[in-house]
């Protein structure tokens, strides 16, 4: 390479390496070089959820019928696809083993949305009636206020149910599987389960979707929680969560935050089998494979209704 080209090349790289820091937020101080103007320092601050007031609620009948199970499901407006594909499979409202199952959505407000997007949402409310929606930006960083809202919602609206479970719409969820095993377990106060995260720690890698700096998190391990793909916990520790929040300050990764909580309040976390049963990764499908687990991750609308048709199609054979 002759000189002139190495030195029209750094002329090139330099403003390229440039913009590239101007569109990342440097939040770790050590990287500053990387865009000395855009440092964002966390703000430490606890979230007032109380504030928040529910747009929209759904019709329910907890003080009459409790349900013994309520699927909270967190979703946004672009993903109708999924909730309606949910809804015509594991979270259909159904009675298993004389025990009632419930599934509600769980939404903010569109960022970048429109009137129209509200509107419609209003109107699939009115359809189905299974939706609880609180006015906070619906971001991933505020997955947090979704849950807390899932939590506060129960508390106050059906504090009569058994058991709840927090999941996301990625997920393929077997309610009859986890039925049987919380009637086996039998303990509705102070249980919490799911996919167990005992050694868990901050990531630090910058370009993570889950980076977090020292700043907002300066410990190397986190309080033992359950991965947020989905966790099941008996109603009241919805209501003693919900109430220890207000003075546990805000972090974004939800899972985490719940740990938070938990660990505040002294509620240890349970295995329900004595094998995996939350997925939080997506095994394989077959009939007898999905018939013994909770939870599997990463499945997409139409194959959750290919699955679940499979599995009713073979409802009677033995595995
Ligand atoms: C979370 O929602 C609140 C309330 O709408 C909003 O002010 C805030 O910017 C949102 N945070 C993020 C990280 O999106
Ligand atoms: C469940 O636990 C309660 C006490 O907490 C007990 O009275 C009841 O018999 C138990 N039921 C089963 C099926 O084990
Ligand atoms: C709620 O939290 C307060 C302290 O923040 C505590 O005094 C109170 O007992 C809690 N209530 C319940 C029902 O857990």
């Known amino acids: 390479m002759t000189r002139k080209k190495v030195i029209f090349l750094s002329l090139l790289i330099i403003p390229v390496i440039f913009l590239f820091g101007l569109f990342i937020k440097v939040q770790d101080p050590k990287l500053w070089y990387m865009c000395p103007g855009c440092i964002v320092r966390p703000v430490h601050y606890t979230y007032d959820y109380s504030k928040n007031d529910f747009r929209i609620l759904p019709k329910v009948h907890c003080a009459e019928d409790p349900p013994f199970l309520v699927l909270l499901v967190t979703n946004t407006h672009d993903r109708r696809e999924a909730r309606e594909a949910i809804r015509q499979t594991w979270g259909k409202e159904r009675v298993i083993q004389g025990h009632k199952v419930v599934t509600y959505f769980l939404f903010g407000i569109k960022t970048d949305g429109n009137a129209k997007d509200e509107q419609d949402l209003l109107r699939e409310s009115d359809l189905h009636k299974d939706i609880i929606q609180q006015e906070f930006q619906d971001t991933y960083h505020n997955l947090t206020i979704k849950t807390l809202m899932g939590l506060e919602w129960i508390t106050n609206f059906c504090p009569q149910a058994t058991y709840a479970m927090k999941t996301d719409s990625d997920m393929f969820v077997n309610p009859f599987y986890l039925v049987e095993l919380l009637l086996k377990k039998n303990q509705t106060s102070n249980f919490f389960t799911g996919f167990l995260k005992p050694n868990d720690g901050p990531i630090r890698y910058i370009f993570s979707k889950w980076y977090i700096?020292?700043?907002?998190?300066?410990?190397?391990?986190?309080?033992?929680?359950?991965?947020?793909?989905?966790?099941?916990?008996?109603?009241?520790?919805?209501?003693?969560?919900?109430?220890?929040?207000?003075?546990?300050?805000?972090?974004?990764?939800?899972?985490?935050?719940?740990?938070?909580?938990?660990?505040?309040l002294k509620i240890p976390l349970q295995e329900l089998h004595s094998k995996i049963t939350f997925h939080p990764d997506t095994p394989q499908f077959s009939v007898c494979a999905y018939r013994n687990l909770v939870t599997s991750h990463q499945i997409p609308p139409q194959q959750i209704v290919l699955y679940w048709e499979a599995m009713e199609r073979t409802e009677d054979e033995k595995c």
């Open 213 to 264: 700096s020292k700043d907002e998190y300066p410990e190397q391990k986190y309080p033992p929680f359950c991965s947020g793909t989905g966790y099941v916990f008996s109603v009241d520790v919805a209501k003693k969560i919900y109430n220890i929040s207000s003075t546990v300050p805000y972090f974004k990764l939800e899972d985490v935050y719940v740990g938070m909580c938990l660990d505040r």
